[in-house]
């Protein structure tokens, strides 16, 4: 009975395989806005992982979650919705959907979770509960009276109009209308994207840095944009008149005869229809002249020039170091018609040499020759001031002409 000297211990590793089923459940869509009313269904993917060649069962239930959770009335049947699913043979996936009941209350965001449970013999719980997030989408409307009126909005979308009087709005969160109506209005848009209505020169718009991307619309003849207001919009037949602020402004003129400026920031101007003068003034700005014989000056920056439809005249300041000469730092004009646009550098002196405001001689494509002097090639307007014979200058035309003439060009 025993082993012989020669003999070896053996070791054997044993090692348990779980081959049971596991089931998992995660958010497909489910985080949006529940509707006005109706059945919104947000849908949650329950997956069967390992051994699927049984027929298993789970259960599955709906609870509010969160600071603000969700109740019964925001399901259909006003209940909290609950069910089994059930996998066949073979079966591995199977979706959920959770119907939401639309309505027109204004509220809070609100959560909920559904959660896996009392899984049958032989399928585990894996991950066993996925979040939802129905989404307000209705809008708080608040009107005042006859009188001085303070009015406060929500954490929703909010519309708040004070009628006559010299009302105080303040929108709070959310993306908030503000129109103070007739009379001397403060209006305070809170976070969010807020439209400010201004029809009184005493109208005063109150906003924070960094609190949403916010338009000004107003049927005034002239108006400044205020602190931390990103846009500007006019409206109506008028000629307006419209200044923006240091921000990267949007300002829309309307149908007449517009004077629009960005000041500072990268600026996007469109003049609309009308014979309309736009200023870029600093920054990369964008100008849109739209229907109209239109006068585009971008200013410094290297600027975009679209005239659109009319005959339209692309203006230049003196200072040539607004022009720029290299790509990326150069104006670009984009849509110069012949015999229609015409390019202007009266203010600028050609000659530096010389005192006084010189006017430019046009050359064609030659090469320069004297100070004073324009040429044109290969999309490219190029200006020489001085003795160097350099190109001080450059205007590239996107998609331009092949040739210019004398004629093109106010010198």
Same mark, same amino acid.
């Given at each position: 009975?025993?082993?012989?000297?020669?003999?070896?211990?053996?070791?054997?590793?044993?090692?348990?395989?779980?081959?049971?089923?596991?089931?998992?459940?995660?958010? @497909?869509?489910?985080?949006?806005?529940?509707?006005?009313?109706?059945?919104?269904?947000?849908?949650?993917?329950?997956?069967?992982?390992?051994?699927?060649?049984?027929? *298993?069962?789970?259960?599955? +239930?709906?609870?509010?979650?969160?600071?603000?959770?969700?109740?019964?009335?925001?399901?259909?049947?006003?209940?909290?919705?609950?069910?089994? @699913?059930?996998?066949?043979?073979?079966?591995?996936?199977?979706? @959920?959907?959770?119907?939401?009941?639309?309505?027109?209350?204004?509220?809070?965001?609100?959560?909920?979770?559904?959660?896996?449970?009392?899984?049958?013999?032989?399928?585990?719980?894996?991950?066993?509960?996925?979040?939802?997030?129905?989404?307000?989408?209705?809008?708080?409307?608040?009107?005042?009276?006859?009188?001085?009126?303070?009015?406060?909005?929500?954490?929703?979308?909010?519309?708040?109009?004070?009628?006559?009087?010299?009302?105080?709005?303040?929108?709070?969160?959310?993306?908030?209308?503000?129109?103070?109506?007739?009379?001397?209005?403060?209006?305070?848009?809170?976070?969010? =994207?807020?439209?400010?209505?201004?029809?009184?020169?005493?109208?005063?718009?109150?906003?924070?840095?960094?609190?949403?991307?916010?338009?000004?619309?107003?049927?005034?003849?002239?108006?400044?944009?205020?602190?931390?207001?990103?846009?500007?919009?006019?409206?109506?037949?008028?000629?307006?008149?419209?200044?923006?602020?240091?921000?990267?402004?949007?300002?829309?003129?309307?149908?007449?005869?517009?004077?629009?400026?960005?000041?500072?920031?990268?600026?996007?101007?469109?003049?609309?229809?009308?014979?309309?003068?736009?200023?870029?003034? =600093?920054?990369?700005?964008?100008?849109?002249?739209?229907?109209?014989?239109?006068?585009?000056?971008?200013?410094?920056?290297?600027?975009?020039?679209?005239?659109?439809?009319?005959?339209?005249?692309?203006?230049?300041?003196?200072?040539?170091?607004?022009?720029?000469?290299?790509?990326?730092?150069?104006?670009?004009?984009?849509?110069?018609?012949?015999? *229609?646009?015409?390019?202007?550098?009266?203010?600028?002196?050609?000659?530096?040499?010389?005192?006084?405001?010189?006017?430019?001689?046009?050359?064609?494509? +030659?090469?320069?020759?004297?100070?004073?002097?324009?040429?044109?090639?290969?999309?490219?307007?190029?200006?020489?001031?001085?003795?160097?014979?350099?190109?001080?200058?450059?205007?590239?035309?996107?998609?331009?002409?092949?040739?210019?003439?004398?004629?093109?060009?106010?010198?």
């Amino acid at each position: 009975g025993t082993l012989p000297s020669t003999a070896k211990a053996v070791a054997i590793t044993v090692t348990n395989v779980n081959d049971d089923a596991s089931v998992s459940i995660a958010a @497909i869509s489910a985080s949006k806005a529940e509707g006005q009313n109706g059945i919104t269904k947000y849908t949650f993917a329950v997956t069967r992982t390992g051994d699927n060649s049984t027929a *298993q069962t789970v259960k599955w +239930a709906v609870t509010g979650s969160g600071a603000n959770s969700a109740s019964a009335a925001d399901f259909i049947g006003a209940v909290l919705p609950t069910g089994t @699913i059930s996998f066949a043979v073979g079966e591995s996936h199977k979706t @959920i959907s959770i119907n939401v009941a639309g309505d027109t209350s204004v509220e809070n965001d609100e959560g909920f979770k559904v959660t896996l449970s009392h899984a049958s013999k032989g399928l585990e719980l894996g991950t066993a509960s996925a979040m939802g997030t129905i989404l307000n989408d209705d809008i708080a409307v608040a009107a005042g009276t006859k009188g001085n009126d303070k009015l406060t909005g929500t954490s929703a979308d909010d519309t708040l109009n004070g009628l006559a009087g010299n009302d105080l709005l303040d929108g709070g969160s959310g993306n908030d209308l503000l129109d103070g109506g007739a009379g001397a209005d403060t209006m305070i848009g809170g976070t969010g =994207d807020d439209l400010y209505i201004v029809d009184n020169v005493r109208d005063r718009v109150i906003e924070s840095a960094n609190a949403g991307n916010d338009t000004i619309r107003t049927t005034l003849l002239a108006y400044t944009l205020s602190q931390h207001v990103e846009n500007l919009t006019f409206t109506g037949t008028k000629g307006f008149s419209g200044t923006g602020n240091n921000l990267n402004n949007a300002i829309t003129g309307g149908s007449g005869n517009d004077v629009l400026r960005g000041a500072g920031g990268d600026d996007v101007l469109t003049g609309g229809s009308g014979a309309d003068r736009l200023f870029g003034d =600093d920054g990369n700005d964008r100008l849109i002249g739209g229907d109209g014989n239109d006068i585009l000056n971008g200013g410094a920056g290297a600027d975009l020039l679209i005239g659109d439809g009319g005959s339209d005249i692309y203006q230049f300041n003196a200072a040539i170091s607004e022009i720029g000469i290299n790509a990326g730092a150069r104006d670009i004009i984009s849509d110069f018609t012949r015999g *229609q646009d015409r390019i202007d550098l009266t203010l600028i002196d050609a000659n530096t040499v010389l005192r006084g405001n010189q006017a430019f001689s046009f050359i064609g494509s +030659a090469n320069f020759t004297a100070p004073g002097q324009l040429r044109y090639a290969n999309g490219l307007l190029q200006g020489n001031v001085n003795k160097d014979l350099a190109a001080d200058f450059v205007i590239e035309l996107q998609n331009g002409p092949a040739s210019l003439q004398a004629v093109d060009i106010l010198l």
